[in-house]
């Protein structure tokens, strides 16, 4: 079997909260295949863009972190400062959230994509405009050469984020980390960022991790799914077998809550009680004050990884059933 891209093995990250070192990641065992996309769901808080932060080792100052993160079988952990530049600079490249915050505001377009490629390839300038002209039309932006004399402030919040797409594409990476790139944006410039995205990650042979709350989304790119809860990835499922095919009762919960077209004026369900964080999670199920099948173990012993029919789940009691609020949810402990 062949190495994994990219690979979370036992990671763990504390912070430094008032004088002690809190948990923000409890635990994250993790793969992503060469080529293939996986992508990241849950709450908000649960964790998700620190883990895709680890890769880059862009935490938070005090961060302490265990296990592994490893790229191509380097150790991300271990690397010194050569290797990590290496690493920022061409083999991964992140896509994040909100442009604006990310892209100087008093600098051009042009110095934006080029920089990178002028100071770490000691590309000429004009060889590393031309290639930004040509990525900023290939993700749909007309006009590209006038877009580099442009500032931010000049532009809408989609045209940013196809610059952001640009901008990660330029280094030539081997895996993207796309940090919930469509959230800012409106349903129908969603669609065509995350078609831009796909498009160009199947043209280049490139691996992705992809943060998102949209379960439609998530399995609409990807090839696989993590669902992450308080700190930890409590289940991973093949993107097609999400619907019929999970088996840990916060996936079972996350299907249920979303609204079904042409049902009609139904009333949302919800998740009952609160969303955890990683440092409020005790010693057993972090899920376990929310979850309708609950039992004695799950407040005693936190559950490992195991394998399931379709994948694997951190549950006591996997169950391969979708739960439905008209269902008796005690029957799969029977």
Not at 109 to 123: P, S
Not at 124 to 152: C, F, H, T
Request: glycine content about 8%; charged content about 20%.
């Amino acid at each position: 079997m062949s190495t994994p891209l990219l690979e979370f093995d036992g990671l763990r990250v504390t912070l430094p909260v008032k004088g002690e070192h809190r948990p923000v990641i409890h635990r994250v065992d993790l793969s992503v295949p060469a080529g293939s996309a996986v992508g990241l769901v849950g709450e908000s808080g649960s964790g998700k863009s620190l883990t895709a932060r680890s890769v880059l080792r862009l935490l938070p100052p005090g961060a302490r972190v265990e296990g592994e993160v490893r790229f191509a079988g380097a150790s991300v952990t271990a690397m010194g400062p050569a290797a990590l530049r290496a690493l920022r600079g061409h083999d991964v490249a992140m896509i994040f959230q909100d442009p604006r915050a990310h892209i100087n505001p008093l600098r051009t377009i042009g110095d934006f994509l080029t920089e990178g490629l002028i100071a770490t390839r000691e590309e000429r300038r004009g060889s590393a405009e031309a290639k930004a002209v040509d990525l900023l039309r290939e993700v749909g932006i007309a006009d590209a050469s006038r877009r580099l004399r442009q500032r931010p402030a000049e532009l809408s919040g989609g045209l940013l984020q196809r610059v952001m797409i640009a901008a990660a594409l330029l280094g030539e990476p081997r895996l993207l980390l796309a940090d919930e790139p469509t959230t800012a944006l409106d349903v129908t410039t969603q669609s065509e960022v995350m078609a831009i995205v796909d498009e160009a990650r199947a043209r280049r042979g490139l691996a992705m991790l992809f943060i998102t709350h949209d379960l439609a989304l998530a399995t609409a790119v990807c090839d696989s799914i993590a669902v992450m809860y308080a700190g930890s990835v409590v289940e991973e499922v093949p993107a097609a077998r999400l619907h019929d095919g999970s088996a840990h009762p916060y996936t079972h919960a996350l299907l249920a809550s979303r609204p079904e077209p042409g049902a009609g004026a139904q009333p949302l369900r919800t998740i009952g009680g609160r969303p955890l964080s990683a440092f409020e999670a005790g010693r057993g199920c972090a899920f376990a004050p929310r979850c309708p099948a609950v039992q004695d173990i799950c407040a005693s012993e936190s559950p490992k990884p195991a394998p399931v029919e379709h994948g694997s789940a951190a549950c006591h009691f996997p169950s391969p059933t979708t739960l439905h609020g008209d269902q008796d949810r005690s029957a799969r402990h029977d």
